[in-house]
């Protein structure tokens, strides 16, 4: 995942606010805040979209697609006649 970077926001949360913001500097605090969720969030689907296209291709690298061929024939067989 590549940093992101997260402005500091004191301005729009009640429990980090150091004073009362005006009424636009509340608007614009929130904004970031939203943009920044957003940042986020794209890394993160980022992430699960890598995860999803890698998910088990060393099923189909030598010398691991042999040997999960071997293990997946040596589950199944003692069942298939049943």
């Known amino acids: 995942m590549d940093k992101v970077k997260i402005k500091r926001n004191v301005l729009g949360d009640?429990?980090?606010?150091?004073?009362?913001?005006?009424?636009?500097?509340?608007v614009a605090s929130n904004r970031n805040h939203i943009d920044d969720v957003a940042k986020m969030m794209s890394e993160i689907a980022l992430d699960?979209?890598?995860?999803?296209?890698?998910?088990?291709?060393?099923?189909?690298?030598?010398?691991?697609?042999?040997?999960?061929?071997?293990?997946?024939?040596a589950t199944i067989e003692p069942y298939e006649n049943h």
């Not at 009362?20 to 509340?26: A, C, I």
């Not at 699960?48 to 099923?59: F, L, Q, V, W, Y």
């Open 14 to 26: 009640t429990r980090t606010a150091t004073r009362v913001p005006t009424f636009y500097e509340m």
């Open 48 to 73: 699960i979209r890598s995860a999803g296209a890698n998910h088990d291709k060393t099923k189909q690298e030598d010398p691991y697609k042999s040997m999960f061929y071997r293990e997946l024939c």
